[in-house]
């Protein structure tokens, strides 16, 4: 590991590593894994590329996060024992290197002067533990802050994390915000504390094993030893439900089910329809994961024939689609013009209404418009829904007669749009009723677990643990994730 409180100097050290393996003879001895900068990013591609070849993390840490984030990159077993102090060496831990490039020396056990050390053991009785903050400019980079454990409102469950998962808003929306927070939202992990009105309930105890949907751009998000939720949008998880498997599921679920149910007003899962009369829908960007929970979930409601459209990663929706109910997969690399023809010559005599573009980028939504029968009834509209706030979808290639409307999955903690919104439902008494109906849906969804009614998503882990956020986010942002979800080991279970 390099360490150094001068940028520049450090950055000049990583060329000199990196690039031309240039080390003291004295240091060659020890592996390179990483070099860690003090509250500044580097924007130099040519720096981190090389880098990400050799597999060396760039970290960046404030002075205050020093010691966590070299707790991070400890093994698990080590990280409840003194570290960085003289008698380290005789408990039988292992040592960390520290090259200084400022004065060209080599550390072991303790690379920062000691006042920035000053507790010598990381431990829980201690209420101080680590959080990633995710700051989206120039480039997205993270930095690790000491943080208490947080106290639970009187309707919150607080979670030790055990896994956390990605979601492509955890950057996008602090790009939009410019806002530097801890982002993550879908959490898997086992109950630590419950607030007051949760413990009168008798329904969790700690101990439990949960995955749960986190506020977005709320305090004590995923990426940390510990996170809050509302109990509304927790789940109890089966044993045979692994955490990676878990934290792929909690925020595309909700985005997938309050699209097709709320915004769209299809039957859900708990009341599939009793008919075998067809009810066509088309899901767009269906290799995706909120793609393939729609795929899910519409199969549970018993609607059908699900065109899906999807690209080479989409060998997993096979055993999800059901042919003999008018299922098809269909590649969207065909072209736009051969894939409305396809998804026509799919529908054969069958009018669509119903449409789910789960990409919501780069015009998408309006070769979707066109696969739709139009409707000019306030009765029976044809809805599409899109997952992206950011577009105003006006544009006049969009089919006349074709109702796009926006699905904020945030309704399902706030029960409201913000004003400025676009494409938001005119019924706003109906989404004061979004919490409410989540509730009933989470609780739904666990036990569709348990049936094995429902399964996660395929899943990357990140290594690093919390110092993989920020390399898992950038991923992400060059959409690297195809077909997957990016997912965090951050906790043990004790």
């Known amino acids: 590991m390099i360490a150094d409180t001068d940028f520049i100097y450090s950055i000049e050290t990583a060329l000199s590593f990196v690039m031309f393996s240039n080390a003291p003879p004295r240091f060659l001895q020890y592996p390179i894994v990483g070099i860690l900068c003090f509250e500044i990013q580097t924007n130099n591609d040519d720096i981190e590329d090389r880098m990400e070849t050799q597999s060396i993390q760039l970290y960046t840490a404030s002075i205050s996060g020093m010691r966590t984030l070299l707790m991070q990159l400890l093994p698990n077993?080590?990280?409840?024992?003194?570290?960085?102090?003289?008698?380290?060496?005789?408990v039988g831990l292992p040592t960390i290197v520290w090259y200084d490039a400022s004065k060209e020396t080599v550390h072991k056990q303790n690379p920062m002067p000691n006042e920035h050390l000053v507790a010598s053991t990381y431990n829980i009785s201690t209420g101080v533990l680590p959080e990633v903050i995710v700051h989206p400019s120039p480039d997205i980079w993270t930095e690790i802050n000491e943080v208490e454990i947080p106290q639970p409102g009187p309707d919150d469950v607080v979670i030790k994390v055990i896994v956390a998962g990605s979601n492509v808003k955890d950057w996008l929306h602090l790009k939009?915000?410019?806002?530097?927070?801890?982002?993550?939202?879908?959490?898997?992990?086992?109950?630590?504390?419950?607030?007051?009105?949760?413990?009168a309930k008798?329904?969790?105890?700690?101990?439990?094993?949960?995955?749960?949907?986190?506020p977005m751009m709320r305090p004590h998000g995923a990426y940390a030893e510990y996170a809050v939720a509302p109990i509304h949008t927790v789940m109890k998880l089966p044993d045979a439900i692994t955490f990676e498997e878990a934290a792929t599921i909690p925020l595309v679920a909700t985005t997938a089910a309050l699209s097709l149910f709320?915004?769209?007003?299809?039957?859900p899962p708990w009341s599939p329809r009793a008919d075998s009369v067809p009810l066509p829908l088309i899901i767009y960007g269906a290799s995706s994961s909120l793609g393939t929970f729609a795929v899910k979930l519409a199969r549970a409601s018993n609607i059908h024939p699900i065109i899906a459209i999807a690209?080479?990663?989409?060998?997993?929706?096979?055993s999800l689609l059901d042919s003999s109910s008018g299922d098809k997969l269909i590649d969207y690399r065909l072209g736009i013009e051969q894939m409305i023809k396809a998804t026509k010559v799919a529908l054969g005599s069958l009018e669509c209404h119903h449409a789910l573009d789960a990409i919501s980028?780069?015009?998408?939504?309006?070769?979707?418009?066109?696969?739709?029968a139009p409707s000019f009834s306030s009765q029976s509209p044809s809805y599409l829904s899109v997952v992206t706030g950011s577009n105003k979808y006006d544009e006049e290639s969009i089919q006349s007669g074709i109702e796009v409307i926006y699905t904020m999955v945030g309704t399902a903690h706030t029960g409201v749009y913000k004003p400025d919104t676009v494409k938001q439902p005119s019924d706003k008494e109906f989404v004061k009723g979004d919490p409410e109906w989540v509730a009933v849906f989470f609780s739904y969804m666990s036990q569709m677990l348990v049936d094995g009614r429902l399964t996660g998503h395929p899943f990357d882990i990140i290594g690093g643990g919390l110092t993989g956020v920020g390399e898992g986010l950038r991923r992400l942002q060059r959409g690297q994730a195809r077909g997957v979800k990016y997912v965090y080991k951050i906790g043990e279970v004790e």
């Open 262 to 267: 709320r915004r769209q007003h299809l039957p």
């Open 77 to 90: 077993e080590f990280r409840k024992k003194p570290c960085f102090d003289e008698k380290a060496s005789e």
């Open 176 to 199: 939009a915000l410019k806002k530097s927070l801890n982002s993550g939202d879908d959490i898997a992990g086992i109950v630590h504390s419950l607030g007051t009105n949760v413990q």
């Open 361 to 372: 980028s780069n015009g998408t939504w309006i070769p979707i418009s066109h696969m739709l």
């Open 311 to 318: 690209g080479g990663s989409s060998l997993h929706l096979h």
């Open 202 to 214: 008798n329904e969790y105890s700690p101990g439990d094993r949960v995955a749960a949907f986190h």
